[in-house]
């Protein structure tokens, strides 16, 4: 309530990356006391703990890529409610991104519309920043390609290799290789080829079972999807995040004009929900039984999050919500999803996949 009526508008007031920093600020400021704030986020149940392909999580609602690209965040966002991060997209070598602006929020939809393209530290600062910092929660490391289009076939392998060897041995629960950033000159990848020869080389180089994801798009194709997921359980790779943002403008109701002016942009929130939802569920009755599925996009209740884990989700994550709803709704989607779950007579790993038919 307070944040709705009081925080949301001073935020608002700002330039949507300006406000970014600002909360980014907040909880950096909050760490000293943040244990204390604990019991205030967090909303902890045994029913809500998951095993994500052996990663244990003491709840499923995750932050997703993109909040905290650099690993800032990492000692304090335990203490805010959410069960895991995934830090990044963390590149080999580090940039600025796209020209300002390149956030933009769209209320009428609960929506962002962002070309931040891949700006970060790079690994080599990024590795170190992790491994000096104490974990607050499970961390997972989303790894993309440099934004550079100089870089592409066997060196464009190398870059993601670099990264996932400058990472592997820090104590992260697991990677995801991001194939799906619409922000760059790149775009989304639109073959497997890249994909198989990156999953061979991590395969071969994982001492510790490092759990692999892989972050799909939205809008990829019926084909692509099902020849990355044949080659994603060839190789071993632990399961899928889906999805990421779309540059589909369909059904919006902010006015043409202003999706005029904004221009070109990964869409996120709520209009990209059906779309996730779609993707989850193709990808469950695609998947092995082994993998697992962390669902992302419009996640903004626990009925949202019970929506994917139903659609075969084993854990969700968020990131335009919290724009929208503020820092207490880690704490809110947990709380409605465990009486949701309470209400259906289920566990957690029980609900997963129950709303869809496996062919
Ligand atoms: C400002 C912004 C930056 C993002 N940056 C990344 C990124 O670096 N890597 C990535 O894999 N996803 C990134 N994402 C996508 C999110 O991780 C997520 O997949 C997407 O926003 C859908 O979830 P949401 O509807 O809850 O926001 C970004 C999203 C936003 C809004």
Do not use: W
Not at 46 to 52: K, R
Not at 153 to 163: R, W
Not at 287 to 307: F, H, R, T
């Amino acid at each position: 309530m307070i944040y709705r009526s009081l925080i949301r508008p001073a935020l608002f007031q700002l330039d949507c990356e300006q406000a970014h920093h600002l909360a980014h600020f907040a909880a950096k400021f909050l760490k000293p006391i943040s244990p204390l704030l604990s019991g205030l986020f967090n909303y902890r149940r045994n029913d809500l703990q998951v095993n994500l392909s052996g990663v244990k999580l003491a709840n499923p609602v995750g932050l997703a890529a993109g909040f905290d690209k650099n690993g800032e965040l990492v000692s304090v966002l335990g203490q805010l409610g959410f069960g895991f991060v995934e830090v990044g997209s963390v590149t080999a070598r580090a940039s600025n991104g796209n020209p300002r602006p390149r956030l933009f929020r769209l209320p009428a939809d609960q929506a962002l519309i962002n070309r931040m393209g891949l700006n970060g530290d790079g690994a080599d600062v990024i590795a170190e920043r992790l491994r000096r910092a104490d974990l607050s929660l499970p961390v997972g490391l989303n790894i993309a390609k440099t934004n550079d289009p100089s870089i592409q076939g066997d060196a464009a392998v190398a870059d993601i290799l670099y990264t996932y060897r400058k990472v592997r041995d820090l104590p992260v629960s697991f990677v995801t290789i991001n194939a799906s950033c619409p922000n760059t000159s790149d775009g989304i990848i639109e073959e497997a080829r890249e994909l198989k020869e990156i999953f061979a080389e991590i395969a071969k180089d994982n001492p510790r079972g490092l759990p692999v994801f892989v972050k799909l798009s939205p809008d990829s194709t019926d084909r692509l999807v099902e020849d990355i997921v044949e080659c994603a359980t060839k190789y071993g790779i632990a399961g899928y995040v889906c999805g990421n943002t779309t540059v589909s403008r369909f059904g919006l109701d902010t006015d043409e004009s202003e999706l005029k002016r904004i221009g070109k942009g990964g869409l996120s929130g709520q209009p990209l929900k059906p779309l996730a939802v779609k993707l989850c569920r193709k990808l469950y009755r695609l998947k092995s039984a082994q993998q697992s599925i962390i669902a992302v996009g419009g996640i903004a209740s626990g009925k949202d999050a019970y929506e994917f884990i139903s659609a075969g989700a084993s854990a969700v994550q968020l990131y335009t919500a919290l724009v929208y709803e503020g820092p207490f709704l880690p704490r809110q989607i947990n709380y409605e999803l465990s009486a949701l779950l309470e209400r259906n007579g289920l566990t957690l790993a029980q609900a997963v996949g129950v709303a869809v038919e496996k062919s």
